[in-house]
């Protein structure tokens, strides 16, 4: 697939859950599972948008060039880690569950990951 393709899919994917999210936000009663359900996977979708998109703008106005195939794995890489680590926390945020130690534990865990995969190539 084409980088230029890639970074159009996820683009309108991100967008797409987006307008689920805000949908979901205004719409729907948060008591329901399904609501829940629609409400964690599309702010995933869209944080992990947000991000990605963030890190390859940073990254293309350090190096005035577009990215390539290698950069925009390990961007998704990165910015999975990043999104799964923020969605993670405001989940436990949201149960009442969430302290420092739990926090300082779960970034710990996100930096350990990301040092696993940039070792390996995927």
Known sequence: MK???LLFVIFAISLF???????????????TYDALAMFYTSLFITVFGLVF???VLIFHLRTHVAPSLSVVRSVLKLSLIIDVLLVVLLALKTND???WATSLVLIVVAIIIGIVLKKRII
Request: hydrophobic content about 60%.
């Open 3 to 5: 980088i230029k393709a």
């Open 17 to 31: 859950a987006l307008g689920v999210l805000i949908t979901t936000i205004f719409n729907i009663t948060p008591t």
């Open 53 to 55: 998109f963030a890190i």
């Open 97 to 99: 569950v969430l302290n």
